[in-house]
């Protein structure tokens, strides 16, 4: 089980920037796959959206349609934590955002099923309105 806690989330207006962190304790994050997941209110009956994801072996990156060029995902091992530095937010962006560790080696980073129960934060609240 990986400990996981994000911070970072808040209120901005449109066309604003936000970075997310993924903080991780007891293990390190640089042995696992990190993704980042969202979901909008009144959308808790759906499946998390895969919006970014890190694959351990080479560090390579995946990014959904809907963020990508907007979000970049990054590891920062001094501080055991992956980011998420979200640009040019739009009101569709407005979720809780979710970070992930897990095994994925692909874009497979991207799909909520790659992840286990307990491997998983417990959200920040991002808010994108004028």
């Known amino acids: 089980q990986v400990q996981l806690v994000e911070s970072g989330g808040g209120w901005v207006q449109p066309g604003g920037s936000l970075r997310l962190s993924c903080a991780a304790s007891?293990?390190?994050?640089?042995?696992?796959?990190v993704g980042w997941f969202r979901q909008a209110p009144g959308k808790e009956r759906e499946a998390r959206e895969g919006?970014?994801?890190?694959?351990?072996?080479?560090?390579?990156?995946y990014y959904s349609d809907s963020v990508g060029g907007r979000f970049t995902i990054s590891r920062d091992g001094d501080h055991n934590a992956v980011y998420l530095q979200m640009n040019a937010l739009r009101p569709q962006d407005t979720a809780v955002y979710y970070c992930?560790?897990?095994?994925?080696?692909?874009?497979?980073?991207?799909?909520?099923?790659?992840?286990?129960?307990?491997?998983w934060g417990k959200g920040t609240l991002v808010t994108v309105s004028s």
């Open positions: 007891g293990v390190s994050l640089d042995n696992y796959a």
């Open positions: 992930a560790a897990g095994g994925a080696t692909s874009i497979n980073c991207l799909l909520e099923r790659y992840y286990t129960r307990n491997n």
């Open positions: 919006v970014a994801c890190i694959i351990r072996r080479d560090g390579r990156t």
